[in-house]
Every structure is written in structure tokens, then in C-alpha cells.
């Protein structure tokens, strides 16, 4: 269910594993956010919560692994590792961001104020720039290029660490360099190691330092500064802006952020998430267009079911999986896909739910049902990424080839879709041709393409061919030789029922 679901959450936040632009690099230990979606959707972790954690996990009181390791989040956007102006990457950073935590969780399309006031939607520049202001205290960890993670682990376990290491470093102050560690001091350094050991690292960017001043930019250059900006919330969602807490090891400004939008008073969080989970469920939400319920979204086709889906959801204790229960325990849910000619007439595009609606299959969930089906899915459960194969000829057109994609290791290739490393210069051909999201920006839906490539590469794709034969072979182990025992049992593995007396005779 978390590998199911956590991957719907990923296209929002616009997960992958590499920076894009032309050396790519892979982000070190992001697949730790990858398992922290699965675990909170297995755990049924409250939205609430959720979105504090992701935001602002290192301003909570109860900071933990969990909640730093969510704060990937906020570090998931394309980075140029080079970039020709660093003051214009430095805004576009914090534009990614204001993007980002208004779509995914406000439904709102604020990127368009960063250098105006929005075109329909009530939101200004100052609007804007009061939400740059929230992130601007955030700072990158890296080395020149090298981006660097940090560790994860309660304020105590930090703070032991970094006291081991300080120990650590003065005992090796005095060894010259270049020169080897003298036995004694390796010794000391084991006993330090031993008693406080390393944590793991997550990826996520922190504060350090007073808050920079904020200024909003002239036409959203970073050359051309305003006036100075506080931080603060659209006006229009607010009757009065919120005061921001004196800053302790934090600005505590996020936090803030954060507890405004997981609040039961916010008009949108709750309706912007409930109407992910409708079309999670039924291809289409209630509101059509899932990132803007602005002036230029679509309007709810059922706004009074919306609402109350809304409250009932907050009244629920923001449970995912008490909603589901809801959506799917619900007539409209249990309605047969026939059509209607009288109905189809009416309302072509289904509006009112008169049947429920065919939808198309995310790539995950055919690979995932094809290796289910061979018999070779492999179910381990997080850990780093796997790599699938991929044609010779996808790599060869690469300036690296060899080193852009490890080597394929079959059964660890096997593992969930989820699991596969998500590098934003080169998609897995068969992930690219059946339509994975777009990872340079928070995805509401996925396109649905029809294209001759899809139907070559089930047909006739190395993948696919191989699982064939893995298919075979079991059948052959579960149904002897008999032809027709066979192919009543590859009918029950693949299509979950046996095959009939015309596809028995055809077959």
C-alpha cells in the first residue's frame, strides 16, 4: 500500500535522485525520503504531521530521524552544481520551493508572482516574497560542487556526534600531515568510535545563522532588489498575519508555515489533498485541475461532497486510510464501467459519476504486476535504489556511458518500480514510454499518451521477453506438461480467472 500510494505523493513533490542540468549528480542518501513517504503512508502517519515533518521536522520539539530525513522535501528540485549568476540560482532555489509548498499542499500557482502581481488569482508579489522570505534562511550543505548530507537522529544524538567528532579532530591535530596515525591515537579514536557510533544521513538543508534580510526583487531579478520583505502568508487566506517566534537554534519560520497550513481553519490544505486521494481512485478529482484551484482551475464538480469529504477528513484525525475506507465502501466506488447512451449523451465526460471511470495503469503497477505474475518480484522493502536494465543503445547515445547507470544485478532489478533510480537526464526507456511523471516540477497527473512505442516495447521489449520465459518456466513447475492445464493456470496467475471454452480451444 505505502509503495502504491507513497509513489502518488512523489509525483506532487517532484522526487528523483539527481540534480539535472549537464553533470546530473545524484543526491546523496535521497532515497531515504523515498522510504519515509512509504513508511508514513504504511503507517497511516496523520497529513497533518506530514506536512509539519516535511517542512519544518527540524524546528518540531521531537526531532528524530524521521523528521529530518523528511525535510528532503525541501531540497528534491533540480540544482545547478555551476551555475553562471549564483545570486539568480539563489532565488531560483528559493522560487522552487514557493512553488513546490504552494502547489503540492495549497493547490495555489504562486511561482507566477515572482515577478508581478498574479494574472487572476488573488495573490500579489509582496504576496510572494513573504513566502521567500520563510525559506530564505535555508542554506545548502555542499563543498564547492559536491553537495554534502548531514545526520539524522534526535537533538542528543547530533550534538553526542558532533562532540566525538571535535574529539576526534583534536586528537589528530597533532599528527603531521601526510604522516600515518600512531597506534594510540587509532586506539582512541575506536573507543570514541565504539561508544558513539555514526548515524545515518539524510539529505535536507538547514539553518545557519542570524535570518538574512528578504527583498522583493524588481521583474523577480536578483540583481534589481526592493524594499525589504517580512516573512508572512497570502493575504488573502488570512484575516491577520501571524507573528513569527523569536528564532532559537531555528528561525522558526517554517514551523510556522507549516502549522498555518495543517491548520483545520486553512480553507484549502484539506480539500487539495482529499481531492488527490479522489483521483488517486477514480483517474479524475472532484476538482479537475489537482494543482490550482485558483480562478483558472476548474470548478469541484460536486464542491458540497468536496467539503464534507474535506471535514470528515479533519474530523478523522487527517487518516489517509480512514478516507480510503470512505472512497472506496461508497456506492460511486462500486459502480460497474458499462456505459449509458442516454447518460453518455448528457455528460460525455462522466461529471456526475454515473459509471465509474476507465482509467489507465501507471507503469509502476505493470511492471510491478509482470514480475508479480513470473513469479521473479523480488519484495524487499526500502534501502538505496536499484537499477534496471537498460538497452545498450539508450546508454551508447551518452557522454559517459559507462558510468551513467550501474550494472543490472537481476534480482535486486526485480524489486518494486518504486525502487528504481530516478536520474533526470536518463529515464528508464520503459518508465519514459509509459508515461512517468515529470520530475523538474510538482505533478498533478500524469499525461496519458498512446504511442506505437508502447505497444513494441510490451511486445517485444527485452523485459518483457525475459519475464516471458520466467513465466513459462513456472508454469511448467506448477502445471506439469499438460497443455491445457498450463493454460488454465497461466490464465489464473495472469488475469485471475480461467480462461474460456473459446480462449481455452484458441490457446
Known amino acids: 500500500y505505502g509503495e502504491r500510494w507513497g509513489r502518488h505523493w512523489l509525483d506532487v513533490v517532484r522526487y528523483a535522485e539527481t540534480n539535472?542540468?549537464?553533470?546530473?549528480?545524484?543526491?546523496?542518501?535521497?532515497?531515504?525520503?523515498?522510504?519515509?513517504?512509504?513508511?508514513?503512508?504504511?503507517?497511516?502517519?496523520?497529513?497533518?504531521?506530514?506536512?509539519?515533518?516535511?517542512?519544518?521536522?527540524?524546528?518540531?520539539?521531537?526531532?528524530?530521524?524521521?523528521?529530518?530525513?523528511a525535510l528532503g522535501f525541501n531540497r528534491l528540485g533540480p540544482w545547478d552544481d555551476e551555475p553562471a549568476d549564483p545570486k539568480e540560482d539563489r532565488f531560483d532555489q528559493l522560487d522552487d520551493l514557493v512553488n513546490a509548498t504552494s502547489l503540492a499542499f495549497l493547490g495555489l500557482t504562486m511561482g507566477c508572482c515572482r515577478c508581478h502581481d498574479h494574472k487572476f488569482d488573488a495573490l500579489t508579489l509582496h504576496d510572494y516574497y513573504r513566502m521567500v522570505a520563510i525559506f530564505d534562511p535555508l542554506q545548502?550543505?555542499?563543498?564547492?560542487?559536491?553537495?554534502?548530507?548531514?545526520?539524522?537522529?534526535?537533538?542528543?544524538?547530533?550534538?553526542?556526534?558532533?562532540?566525538?567528532?571535535?574529539?576526534?579532530?583534536?586528537?589528530?591535530?597533532?599528527?603531521?600531515?601526510?604522516?600515518?596515525?600512531?597506534?594510540?591515537?587509532?586506539?582512541?579514536?575506536?573507543?570514541?568510535?565504539?561508544?558513539?557510533?555514526d548515524l545515518p544521513r539524510g539529505y535536507f538543508m538547514h539553518e545557519r545563522g542570524p535570518a538574512p534580510d528578504t527583498h522583493l526583487l524588481i521583474r523577480g531579478k536578483a540583481s534589481r532588489p526592493g524594499p525589504k520583505v517580512e516573512p508572512g502568508f497570502p493575504a488573502v487566506l488570512v484575516d491577520k498575519q501571524p507573528p513569527f517566534p523569536s528564532p532559537n537554534a531555528t528561525s522558526q519560520r517554517?514551523?510556522?508555515?507549516?502549522?498555518?497550513?495543517?491548520?483545520?481553519?486553512?480553507?484549502?490544505?484539506?480539500r487539495v489533498?482529499?481531492?488527490?486521494?479522489?483521483?488517486?481512485?477514480?483517474?479524475?478529482?472532484?476538482?479537475?485541475?489537482?494543482?490550482?484551484?485558483?480562478?483558472?482551475g476548474q470548478l469541484p464538480t460536486h464542491?458540497?461532497?468536496?467539503?464534507?469529504?474535506?471535514?470528515?477528513f479533519m474530523e478523522n484525525g487527517w487518516s489517509i486510510k480512514k478516507l480510503h475506507r470512505l472512497i472506496v465502501t461508497s456506492n460511486t466506488y462500486q459502480m460497474s464501467k458499462r456505459t449509458n447512451p442516454a447518460y453518455a449523451a448528457k455528460d460525455p465526460e462522466n461529471?456526475?459519476?454515473?459509471?465509474?471511470?476507465?482509467?489507465?495503469?501507471?507503469?509502476?503497477?505493470?511492471?510491478?504486476?509482470?514480475?508479480?505474475?513470473?513469479?521473479?518480484?523480488?519484495?524487499?522493502m526500502y534501502g538505496p535504489s536499484m537499477y534496471p536494465e537498460v538497452p545498450k543503445e539508450a546508454l551508447a547515445g551518452n557522454s559517459d556511458p559507462d558510468k551513467i547507470w550501474k550494472p543490472f544485478v537481476e534480482t535486486e532489478a526485480s524489486r518494486r518500480t518504486v525502487y528504481a533510480h530516478i536520474k533526470r537526464s536518463f529515464v528508464v526507456p520503459l518508465l519514459e514510454t509509459l508515461d512517468l511523471c515529470d520530475t523538474?516540477?510538482?505533478?498533478?497527473?500524469?499525461?496519458?499518451?498512446?504511442?506505437?512505442?508502447?505497444?513494441?516495447?510490451?511486445?517485444?521489449?527485452?523485459?518483457?521477453?525475459?519475464?516471458?520465459?520466467?513465466?513459462?518456466?513456472?508454469?511448467?513447475?506448477?502445471?506439469?506438461?499438460?497443455?491445457?492445464?498450463?493454460?488454465?493456470r497461466a490464465y489464473l496467475l495472469a488475469l485471475g480467472r480461467r480462461p474460456t471454452p473459446t480462449e481455452q480451444t484458441a490457446m
Open 20 to 69: 539535472g542540468y549537464e553533470r546530473d549528480a545524484v543526491k546523496p542518501n535521497i532515497w531515504r525520503y523515498r522510504d519515509y513517504v512509504i513508511r508514513a503512508f504504511n503507517d497511516d502517519k496523520p497529513f497533518d504531521r506530514f506536512i509539519v515533518e516535511q517542512l519544518a521536522g527540524d524546528e518540531i520539539e521531537d526531532v528524530n530521524a524521521d523528521s529530518l530525513i
Open 140 to 197: 545548502r550543505p555542499q563543498n564547492g560542487r559536491t553537495e554534502l548530507d548531514l545526520p539524522v537522529g534526535s537533538r542528543a544524538q547530533i550534538e553526542a556526534q558532533a562532540a566525538r567528532d571535535r574529539q576526534i579532530t583534536a586528537l589528530l591535530k597533532d599528527v603531521p600531515k601526510g604522516k600515518p596515525v600512531p597506534p594510540d591515537v587509532k586506539q582512541q579514536i575506536a573507543v570514541l568510535k565504539l561508544a558513539t557510533h
Open 254 to 270: 517554517r514551523l510556522t508555515l507549516a502549522k498555518w497550513i495543517a491548520s483545520p481553519q486553512n480553507p484549502l490544505t484539506a
Open 273 to 296: 489533498i482529499v481531492n488527490r486521494v479522489w483521483q488517486g481512485h477514480f483517474g479524475e478529482g472532484l476538482v479537475r485541475t489537482p494543482n490550482d484551484f485558483g480562478v483558472m
Open 303 to 312: 464542491p458540497k461532497l468536496l467539503d464534507w469529504l474535506a471535514a470528515t
Open 351 to 380: 461529471e456526475h459519476l454515473w459509471r465509474f471511470p476507465v482509467k489507465r495503469l501507471e507503469v509502476e503497477a505493470i511492471r510491478d504486476a509482470i514480475l508479480t505474475v513470473s513469479g521473479r518480484l523480488n519484495p524487499a
Open 440 to 488: 523538474t516540477r510538482p505533478g498533478d497527473k500524469r499525461q496519458v499518451t498512446t504511442v506505437a512505442p508502447q505497444a513494441l516495447m510490451l511486445f517485444n521489449g527485452e523485459f518483457v521477453n525475459r519475464q516471458a520465459k520466467y513465466f513459462a518456466d513456472r508454469l511448467r513447475r506448477e502445471a506439469g506438461d499438460d497443455p491445457a492445464r498450463q493454460i488454465e
